[in-house]
């Protein structure tokens, strides 16, 4: 049985191979006053506007909130003791406040434990959230009305997903609960019957390297006990519930829009030890609301060989048509899914509509249909049957927008959008969506449904400057609603009306923290939402600005250059680069400016730009771009190289550094730190948190390379520091969570490169951090790290070292 406890982490860290467990290192009291400080809550309007449901979030959590049980299953992370997902994060206080009166009620909420994320009725009148305790998840809803709540239900199954979702009548929420009379948890046998053996029959299955994988029959019990579930209706006023069917494992349970069906997705065997439970063979069915099955839609098969490059083959993406009673939208392949497969056509787009025994085709698209799942993805609806779809070609990155009339299908399909989706600075925005009258994601339109709106960062060669958009289906011709000042950085959070009147923006300035605020664009009123104060006078007065300069081939670049509290004109510092590359099809996509200098800095978490407050300058995100589509990293080296020499060269240029250069990076960017320090002398010294260091450990892909490394065994050599871990000659500090969930991050990727640079006589430390995912959480893990890349980079890039923190 796969539960990991506080104890196994620490023996872990004992082991000799892994050096000596050390107590958590504090960083100085400016960092922890920053870290512990109030975070911007949650804004949720309600259905009609007029109400923000205002949710204040659980501070950070302790590593004893992370000594919970933990199973590691089909791709899933589960508490078995509260029979949910495995996760500290939540709400401790949730708040009505009215749009027209500024007036706010507080919601009565559970003292203890955590509040999930809130829900309003599709009427408006209620609001559900689960409640999480060390051993159960309970569902509470509350009355918009007085502002009271109360436990409805109990017994949640989240193991699968979010256990519960209104019925579009708002009578309701149809929830997955723990089945009646389950009996204890299967236990591992104590003298196994006989070796774990997997087969293939001569056919390529190529698979991503997935974490948290069943690899035993004994997982196979336990996914199965606690991933099965019992469907049933909730009374929003309490009262026992109804229970549907019999009990399985749902991956999705969503209601039709008429609120007299249920799409279910039913989870099958054979269970995979290759991949998660979103590509085990599902069962795809319409029931009634009594439980019984009223068709069968799709069996979908065990996805072990889709193409990598590609989508499974056969139906999906099934999703319920919002404003019909009962019409199912979902996707077929042309090609077999594969992408690297010649086709004049990729996908076709079918609708089905009860009683679901005659499919229709709505289109066809010659690239690859872009979204998708029970939840819509890039698919977006609208009044009178409009509907938006979007498809894209990934080696030239061209993405495509229709419009189609689902009611005049034959009237055929209108381009709305032809553009690369590296362009940043022609990004029209995305569409501002609402909810109809049966609580589905829909766009939001003008009263005469003639308009769309759009919310856009507005990238420019300047900075961002995020902007509304309103956009007539018609014409396609644009007006600009509302845009960020010039000297601010303000996006839009919220629409709260159809004419776009009124709506919520997140507004922050160089010298001012982030807070909501409600604007009237007709009037030009400004009401305050929040008001967070600032943690650190000193993070008001960081001086910053968007850097630009050019790579010795002609590529422009950039990035955000902070400069220290402390920091004085003409007084010369040490700087970090924080790096995380991105590859490009298109050199002018890769020249264009990314960030503004107009946010406040608010580090949170185990931020770099805390090292501003210690005497460094930081170069955020300098643009790294690797230019060449699907096979850019056949040179990922020598431009990275370089286009970080290309930085170095500016900022001596300009009299800002003092010679003294440190780099470092998370996930993707701590493998370019690796490479950076292997195949230069750039730098003094480097950080590397939560890399991946041997590409052979992720054979078919990483990243957005989708070559295996049987097709560019020299690209995968080349670009894996491991390969050159004897040329690394400058001091690195490696750190990675013990439990880290990315794909192909596995924590022996850093063990092993540690592994290699020690053999090699290179300097270096490597710190494992218990119970920590790929990011980092707990405050005591998010203290010990800032910590020590402070402690890191004074020793090696200050000409004393400093005094180290306890």
Request: hydrophobic fraction near 40%; aromatic fraction near 10%; proline fraction near 9%.
């Amino acid at each position: 049985m796969r539960i990991r406890h506080f104890v196994l982490g620490l023996l872990a860290l004992a082991a000799p191979s892994l050096g000596a467990q050390e107590p958590y290192k504090q960083p100085p009291e400016i960092v922890r006053r920053i870290v512990d400080a109030p975070r911007l809550p949650s804004i949720v309007p309600s259905p009609d506007g007029k109400t923000l449901l205002v949710a204040e979030p659980t501070g950070i959590p302790s590593i004893a909130d992370f000594a919970q049980p933990l199973l590691r299953l089909a791709g899933r992370r589960i508490n078995p003791q509260a029979n949910g997902p495995y996760s500290v994060s939540g709400f401790r206080a949730l708040t009505l406040r009215d749009v027209a009166t500024g007036q706010e009620r507080r919601v009565t909420v559970p003292e203890a434990g955590r509040v999930g994320f809130p829900r309003w009725s599709p009427d408006g009148r209620r609001i559900a959230f689960t409640h999480v305790t060390e051993n159960a998840m309970d569902l509470w809803v509350a009355d918009a009305a007085t502002s009271q709540g109360r436990r409805v239900g109990s017994g949640l199954n989240g193991t699968t997903g979010e256990p519960c979702e209104w019925m579009p009548r708002s009578d309701a929420l149809v929830c997955r609960l723990v089945p009646a009379g389950r009996g204890a948890a299967p236990e591992a046998p104590r003298v196994p019957g006989g070796p774990i053996v997997q087969r293939n029959a001569g056919k390529a299955a190529p698979v991503p390297t997935f974490q948290d994988l069943l690899d035993s029959p004994h997982d196979e019990e336990l996914f199965t006990y606690y991933a099965t579930a019992q469907l049933a209706m909730v009374d929003p006023a309490g009262g026992a519930p109804r229970f549907l069917g019999r009990p399985a494992i749902f991956a999705a349970s969503s209601p039709a829009p008429s609120g007299e069906l249920l799409l279910v997705s039913r989870v099958q065997r054979p269970y995979s030890y290759q991949v998660t439970m979103n590509d085990f063979p599902q069962e795809i069915e319409a029931w009634t609301l009594t439980g019984e099955k009223a068709a069968t839609i799709a069996s979908i098969p065990l996805a072990e060989d889709a193409p990598m490059d590609g989508v499974r083959p056969g139906p999906r993406s099934f999703q319920w048509v919002p404003g019909r009673p009962a019409t199912l939208m979902y996707v077929e392949a042309l090609d077999g899914g594969d992408n690297r497969r010649p086709a004049a056509e990729r996908d076709r787009v079918m609708l089905l509509e009860a009683p679901f025994t005659e499919p229709r085709e709505l289109t066809r698209l010659a690239f690859r249909f872009q979204g998708g799942g029970f939840g819509g993805g890039g698919t977006a609806y609208g009044r009178d049957g409009l509907v938006l779809l979007t498809e894209f070609h990934r080696p030239t990155r061209q993405t495509r927008t229709w419009k189609l009339d689902l009611d005049q299908p034959a009237a055929g399909r209108q381009l709305v959008w032809d553009r690369s989706s590296e362009d940043r600075y022609g990004d029209p925005g995305s569409p501002v969506r609402s909810r109809d009258a049966a609580g589905f994601s829909v766009l939001r339109q003008s009263p005469d449904a003639k308009w769309i709106y759009l919310d856009g960062n507005g990238a420019s060669p300047e900075g961002e400057r995020p902007f509304l958009d309103r956009m007539n289906l018609e014409t396609g011709k644009t007006e600009r609603l509302w845009q960020s000042a010039p000297d601010g950085y303000e996006s839009v959070a919220a629409v709260l009306d159809d004419a776009a009147r009124l709506v919520i923006t997140r507004r922050e300035s160089r010298t001012t923290p982030p807070n909501f605020v409600q604007r009237d664009l007709r009037s030009r009123r400004e009401t305050p939402v929040t008001a967070l104060q600032n943690p650190a006078p000193s993070l008001s007065t960081v001086r910053r600005e968007l850097i630009t300069y050019a790579r010795a081939d002609g590529v422009k670049l950039s990035g955000t250059l902070y400069y220290p509290t402390d920091y004085t004109d003409g007084r010369k510092v040490p700087v970090i680069f924080w790096v995380y590359p991105r590859e490009f099809a298109s050199a002018d996509a890769a020249s264009q400016v990314v960030g503004s200098p107009n946010r406040f800095v608010l580090p949170g978490g185990a931020s770099h730009l805390f090292l501003l407050t210690q005497g460094y300058a930081v170069l955020d995100n300098p643009t790294l771009p690797v230019v060449g589509g699907d096979s850019a990293n056949n040179t990922y080296v020598d431009q990275t190289v370089a286009g970080a020499k290309a930085a170095i060269d500016y900022l001596m240029s300009k009299g800002i550094a003092d010679g003294n250069f440190g780099v470092g990076g998370h996930s993707y960017g701590a493998f370019t730190t690796a490479n950076l320090l292997a195949h230069s002398d750039l730098f003094k010294a480097g950080v590397a948190r939560s890399g991946a260091y041997n590409r052979t450990l992720t054979p078919f892909g990483f990243q957005n390379e989708n070559r295996s490394f049987w097709e560019a065994p020299q690209v995968y050599l080349r670009m894996m520091p491991f390969a050159f871990a004897d040329k690394i000659n400058e001091p690195i500090l490696m750190i990675h969570g013990m439990n880290d969930n990315n794909s192909g991050t596995f924590p022996i990727q850093s063990e092993r490169m540690y592994a290699a640079l020690k053999g090699h006589g290179a300097t270096v430390v490597y710190v494992q951090l218990p119970f920590e995912a790929h990011g980092y959480a707990a405050r005591e893990s998010v203290m010990d790290v800032v910590a020590r890349m402070i402690e890191w980079y004074d020793q090696y890039l200050k000409p004393k070292a400093a005094a180290t923190f306890p």
